[in-house]
C-alpha cells in the first residue's frame, strides 16, 4: 500500500484497516510458526504498511489539534 492510497483515507477508515492489518500480520506470524510461509517477505512488507499507516495517522491527529 502506498502513502498517497494511505493518505486518501479517512481516520475512522484507516484505524479500521490499521486493525485489520494488524490481526493479518498477527495470523501470518503463528501460520510462519508452524509451517514457514513460501514468501516470508510478506511479514517485512506487512510490518512497513502498519508503521505507514501509523505515521499517517499521527500527522492526521497532530494536524486536528493544531
Do not use: F, G, W, Y
Amino acid at each position: 500500500m502506498k502513502v498517497l492510497e494511505i493518505r486518501e483515507m479517512p481516520a475512522k477508515d484507516l484505524r479500521e484497516r490499521l486493525e485489520a492489518e494488524r490481526a493479518n500480520l498477527n495470523q501470518m506470524k503463528m501460520n510462519h510458526a508452524i509451517s514457514p510461509i513460501e514468501d516470508s517477505s510478506k511479514i517485512r512488507k506487512a510490518k512497513k504498511d502498519i508503521a505507514r499507516m501509523l505515521t499517517v495517522l499521527s500527522q492526521i491527529e497532530n494536524q486536528d489539534k493544531k
